[in-house]
């Protein structure tokens, strides 16, 4: 059966994901008879799950009429997905994905402020799929976090743009629409996502703040 278009699903934030859609771009550019389009997974949980998507990121191969012939769900480079298309291109693999999911509860530990001392604060998350993505999900639940008496120093409008890792280390990129943030502030973030990374194994943050007001 023949494939004509490709899907990836994909976390927004997500480096490796990135990584997938720079690679399926350049399939496209070498075979312009296919379509390509992106799924956010933490944006759009209910398409997520009717494609019963498991794991970050998955690409779907569909034929003609939309019905999936094959998935990859992990990375590959160019030639692979390239060789995996020639492989595929006249008989239907049955895909991996599981049945459609129902959500899950997931529990996290983030610090917040109590005056210049940093506090665990315990959160339950409603994941609506069955993508787990907990170092991801964690920034995001401590961006939008908002427990009294505990002061949360990233702005009401902080947006995760992106983050990478790398053995102990993590960049994250957080986007913004405050007119200036001192350098004391961008101290506290920093505090605070270090240590609600500390579980995951980071020990060290690299922060960067973009106010896209301005991109």
Not at 3 to 11: A, G, K
Not at 75 to 92: A, P
Request: proline fraction near 4%; hydrophobic fraction near 40%; charge should be negative.
């Amino acid at each position: 059966m023949k494939i004509t278009s490709f899907t990836l699903f994909t976390m927004s934030a997500c480096p490796l994901g990135r990584t997938m859609r720079h690679v399926l771009g350049e399939v496209t550019t070498l075979l312009p008879e296919l379509t390509f389009s992106i799924v956010f997974i933490d944006q759009e949980p209910e398409v997520t799950n009717e494609a019963g998507i498991n794991n970050n990121p998955t690409t779907l191969f569909r034929d003609k009429n939309g019905k999936e012939v094959y998935r990859i769900e992990e990375f590959k480079e160019t030639d692979e997905v390239i060789q995996l298309l020639k492989t595929k291109k006249n008989h239907t693999t049955l895909p991996s994905g599981g049945a459609k999911r129902e959500k899950s509860v997931e529990s996290y530990t983030i610090y917040l402020l109590n005056g210049d001392a940093l506090e665990a604060v315990d959160i339950e998350f409603t994941n609506l799929t069955a993508v787990k993505t907990p170092r991801i999900t964690a920034i995001n639940l401590l961006l939008k976090a908002d427990f009294q008496p505990f002061i949360n120093p990233f702005p009401d409008s902080a947006t995760l743009e992106l983050v990478e890792f790398e053995e102990n280390l993590s960049r994250v990129i957080i986007n913004h629409e405050e007119e200036l943030i001192s350098e004391v502030n961008a101290y506290k973030m920093k505090r605070c996502l270090q240590h609600t990374l500390h579980s995951f194994g980071i020990e060290k943050v690299e922060l960067v703040l973009k106010d896209y007001k301005n991109l």
